[in-house]
């Protein structure tokens, strides 16, 4: 009888823990649903070397990050998406922020530590380098260029430009904050909008990945100097709660292989975050740029000082503050 119990016992413990477990892994699905702000359903074609291998079909869903919350906060546990790739740091770690991504289980591609979070819930797929446009690819510009002399034309919209401001405070440290103010009012003051009738430069910031597309000659910043060019990346993170995040581990990895990455970051106009050396089958990924010390890691800690700066400011300095566009 105490043998029988015993087992009674057992048995209830492991029906409690497969009922309690958030990431039951059970047979390799027939698709993985991909939220992301900035693909389409056709989109899902990027994805046919990981179908090929695995036979999971990826059905991409687009959604803004607010759509994302929403639906996680509607379906929980219940979610329907299993992972999401985001245009931005700044998308990716309102997720993280929210409790929103699952830790990756593997590390099997993930070895370059500073492409990943912190807490090891979001990997960059690739880096989208802060480039000028309108200029002859082997110019040497720097980016306090566009603080002064002509005024030129916005082709980022204010979450674009996130990254590139979180770049601005780590530059000059937190002890220097009024420093990175006035830097961003005249980065923000010499800009224009599109229907402004005054003259403009030749030149504009914009993302590799906009200025490839558009297929605009290009130069990276801050290239004779030890500061290296800004950059955001589009970043992958698995959903909480998802009983296919083991397959959704997988993927990344999978897209995080040195060939499979520079396929990737290819068909999106980007930049495999391991430098080809030479090696990649695609030129502009052989013209890899100085990059910014700053790591997507510490960038995203860049984002709260971004709010904190501005409203220090309000209540006590009383200095100028950056439009609401800016910050």
Known sequence: MTRILRFLGFGICLLLFACNSTNVPSKTPKKLVLASDFLERKDSTLFKGFKTKTGIRIVIVPMTVDSILKHQEAFGYNSKIDMVLMKSLYGINQLAEKKQLHPFDSYEEMQVKEYRSIDNDW?????????????????????????????????????????????????????NREK?????????????????????ASYYLTKLSDAIATKKSY????????????????????????????????????????????VLCNQLNILPTIDPKGNSS?????????????????????????????TRLEQGTKKPRLSNEAL
């Not at 990175?180 to 403009?200: G, P, V």
């Not at 502009?284 to 700066?309: A, I, W």
């Open 123 to 175: 990997v960059a797929f690739g880096i989208d380098p802060y480039v000028i446009a309108g200029v002859a690819d082997n110019q040497e510009f720097q980016y306090n260029e566009l603080t002064y002399g002509e005024r030129w034309e916005k082709h980022l919209i204010p979450t674009e430009l996130k990254s590139f401001q979180a770049a601005v405070l780590y530059q000059f440290g937190r002890n």
């Open 180 to 200: 990175s103010l006035k830097w961003l009012e005249k980065l923000d003051s010499q800009s224009t909008t599109l229907n402004d009738s005054l003259t403009k």
């Open 219 to 262: 130069c990276y910043p801050n290239q004779s100097k030890k500061f290296g060019v800004f950059y955001d990346a589009v970043s992958f993170g698995i959903i909480r709660h998802g009983s296919n995040a083991m397959f959704a581990n997988e993927f990344a990895n999978y897209h995080l292989n040195l060939v499979h990455s520079q």
């Open 282 to 310: 695609y030129d502009y990924q052989n013209k890899y740029p100085l990059l910014f010390r700053c790591t997507p890691s510490e960038t995203v800690l860049q984002f709260r000082d971004l709010q904190r700066l501005q």
